[in-house]
Nanobody, 118 residues
């Protein structure tokens, strides 16, 4: 069964950092561009960072996180990471990972809650 397991969220003060991890089953992870998504209360889920398949040499970020977030992948571990620095209250959301191409996405995991508050 396809699985996506996100972890690493928590409560952090503005300006702080968190590193999220997502362990994905091989059928999703292998040869697929992967992305981190987030959904804030009352808002639609949005893609905030994406990384190309294979060596992950290409990355893209939403304007709202550019320069603060870094996505990376470890193909040997079937894991994708999101390093989040200089966190802002508006980054508060549940964060999910999945393939970028909707046709290749697996079932959404539980996500990991990130709360940025003083």
């Amino acid at each position: 069964q396809v699985q996506l397991v996100e972890s690493g969220g928590g409560l952090v003060q503005p300006g702080g950092s968190l590193r999220l991890s997502c362990a994905a089953s091989g059928s999703i992870f292998s040869r697929n561009a992967m992305g981190w998504y987030r959904q804030a209360p009352g808002k639609e889920r949005e893609l905030v960072a994406a990384i190309s398949s294979g060596g992950g040499t290409k990355t893209n970020y939403a304007n709202s996180v550019k320069g603060r977030f870094t996505i990376s992948r470890d193909n040997a571990k079937n894991t994708v990471y999101l390093q989040m620095n200089s966190l802002k209250p508006e980054d508060t959301a549940v964060y999910y990972c999945n393939a970028v191409a909707s046709a290749l996405q697996g079932s959404w995991g539980q996500g990991t809650q990130v709360t940025v508050s003083s």
